[in-house]
């Protein structure tokens, strides 16, 4: 085999696109093909920008349809973001003129992934996002690849490292949402706008990708129930520690017997689970293989270097001829998700109350939990100072969550109640 140069053309210069360059500069030879990569040509919002990297001496271009038109660009990058505009612009041009396609934009593939896998798949060329997904640890990699001799039974994951450190700072400091969220957008942690990480979109496009590659279905981002990280209240957190639990963000996707469940929403966590142990800004993920069992992966899921990493490794998947569909099977065949209908859903709950402290209060509770026929499996009461009543906490055995909302709409009727109650799910991975 002759070794060759190939030019990339790399649209988006934040942190991944300066953090690729800097790659690309120091190890242009980073293929195990003994191939070169160089970058030929850039493109971002603003060319006048202060940025980390040298761009002097590459060709600047305003606009990435351009660049990825461009007869110098060999493969086409995408590290603009977005689901629409000129990331999916651009995206669309380079695979119309055949040009392999590497993106870590995972609003995109969650939103247009069948039919970018189409236009692909017509092409004969590859569109490969490991970026997209945990960053610099290989979530797509393997199961999109190592994983298709077994058949996967449910991932779940913790896949928004923002959401991750402001629960961990707001257990290790004691400090609200708002003040740790305040803490971490000053640090450069999470974004001005903070919504796509704490309202668990971010963790909702990567659980449908996810999902899409574990189950053979086409990546539909409706399917994805999605709940933040934005009402999780310290109380909460401290009440779930008293019970053994903590807090997480889990995102999951799991084959039942009538449809596939993809969602993300807070969940509280046994303090033995591995999943618990996930501090800061870590990603990890729990695969299920009904042969191989339980899988477990924990690593940086953003940051320049590491995601850089998944980018080139990409690339150098495109050197050495990647050929395969790009998700489990050819586009046109991809089925949508049936997703499990709320009917059949069942689960444990932790619900947490605030009552007015007088006779008869729990018994009133425990006549509306009988009655809807959901049985309790823990139980505490514990006055806190400044709650302005007395916090009753009580977790669930498994029952459908249809019944568990009823009597959760029954207990918020009850006089005594002085707000409404917090229901929050226990994790079922
Ligand atoms: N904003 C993401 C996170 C990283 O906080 O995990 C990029 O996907």
């Known amino acids: 085999m002759s070794n060759a140069n190939w030019r990339i053309g790399v649209a988006g210069l934040g942190t991944v696109g300066s953090g690729l360059i800097d790659l690309v500069t120091a190890r242009p ?6 191939d070169t990569c160089v970058v030929s040509g850039v493109s971002a919002r603003s060319r006048g920008a202060r940025r980390s990297v040298d761009m002097s001496g590459l060709a600047w271009f305003d606009n990435p349809v351009d660049l990825a038109r461009s007869p110098e660009t060999d493969v086409f990058v995408e590290l603009i973001g977005g689901a629409e505009g000129p990331a999916r612009e651009a995206v669309e041009a380079a695979l119309r003129l055949g040009k392999p396609v590497v993106t870590a934009n995972k609003a995109l593939i969650a939103a247009h992934g069948q039919e970018l896998a189409a236009l692909a798949e017509a092409q004969g060329t590859p569109l490969l996002f490991e970026a997209a997904v945990m960053g610099g640890t290989p979530a797509v990699k393997m199961l999109r690849e190592a994983m298709v001799g077994d058949e996967v039974e449910a991932v779940a994951g913790i896949l928004n490292g923002t959401c991750n450190y402001i629960l ?49 279905c086409a990546p539909t981002l409706v399917a994805a129930e ?45 303090l033995d689970h591995p999943l618990a142990r ?5 990603n990890a993920l729990f695969i299920h293989g009904r042969k191989i069992g339980r899988i477990f992966i924990q690593g940086a899921g953003a940051g320049a270097g590491p995601t850089a990493a998944a980018v080139a490794a990409d690339i150098a998947d495109v050197m050495a ?28 709950a932790y619900v947490r109350l605030l009552v007015r402290d007088e006779p008869g209060v729990i018994a009133s509770i425990s006549e509306v939990l009988a009655e809807a026929g959901v049985s309790i499996d823990s139980f505490l009461q514990k006055p806190v100072e400044g ?42 991975v």
């Not at 969550?401 to 707000?419: F, G, K, N, Q, S």
Request: glycine fraction near 10%; charged fraction near 20%.
């Open 29 to 34: 030879r980073f293929s195990p093909t003994g």
């Open 168 to 216: 961990t700072q707001m257990e290790a400091s004691g400090r609200s949402f708002a003040e740790v969220l305040a803490e971490a957008q000053a640090l450069g942690y999470a974004e001005a706008d903070p919504t796509m990480d704490v309202g668990g979109f971010d963790a909702g496009h990567k659980i449908t990708i996810l999902a899409a590659l574990a189950f053979g």
């Open 226 to 270: 999605i709940e933040g990280v934005d009402t999780i209240e310290l109380l909460d957190i401290r009440l779930a520690k008293d019970l053994g639990y903590r807090i997480k963000l889990v995102a999951s996707a799991v084959r039942t017997g009538s449809g596939i469940s993809v969602r993300v929403h807070p969940a509280l966590t046994p």
């Open 278 to 282: 996930v501090d800061g800004v870590l």
């Open 321 to 348: 001829g990647a050929r395969r569909p790009v998700f489990q099977a050819p586009a046109g065949s991809l089925k949508a998700f049936t997703p499990v209908s709320a009917a059949d859903a069942i689960g444990r």
């Open 387 to 428: 709650a302005g009543g007395v916090p009753i906490v009580l977790t669930t055995h498994v029952a459908p969550e249809a019944t568990i909302a009823r009597a959760v709409a029954a207990m918020a009727a009850l006089p005594v109640l002085l707000t409404p109650p917090r229901v929050i799910r226990i994790a079922g």
